[in-house]
């Protein structure tokens, strides 16, 4: 079983930045192609950044050129660097396995709050 826990997530204005990590344990993140993903009450589950095993990313749009998405298979960690954030970023943010096709697989967290707000 893989385990993933974020951390990072807070409060901040619009143009700010925030860092978030993920941290796996109980299986080696280099199996797994990974991404973040997004949730807003009563909205879809959004799809963010999705990197594969091979470092390849894949970025969702309204976040490309804005978010960063990494991974550190030695450390077992994902990261995902939020700059220029809007409020319409303001989301519960999540890590998990994907599939090729960036669509959230069988692991994931439990989420990190992200708020952006004047």
């Known amino acids: 079983q893989l385990q993933l826990v974020e951390s990072g997530g807070g409060s901040v204005q619009p143009g700010g930045s925030l860092s978030l990590s993920c941290a796996g344990s109980?299986?080696?993140?280099?199996?797994?192609?990974m991404g973040w993903f997004r949730q807003v009450p009563g909205k879809a589950r959004e799809g963010v950044a999705c990197?594969?095993?091979?470092?390849?990313?894949i970025y969702a749009d309204s976040v490309n050129g804005r978010f960063t998405i990494s991974r550190d298979d030695v450390r077992n960690m994902v990261y995902l660097q939020m700059n220029n954030l809007e409020p319409e970023d303001t989301a519960v943010y999540y890590c998990?396995?994907?599939?090729?096709?960036?669509?959230?697989?069988?692991?994931w967290g439990q989420g990190t709050q992200v708020t952006v707000s004047s």
């Open positions: 990197i594969q095993t091979n470092g390849g990313t």
């Open positions: 998990a396995t994907t599939s090729a096709s960036c669509e959230r697989g069988g692991y």
């Open positions: 109980g299986l080696p993140l280099h199996r797994f192609m």
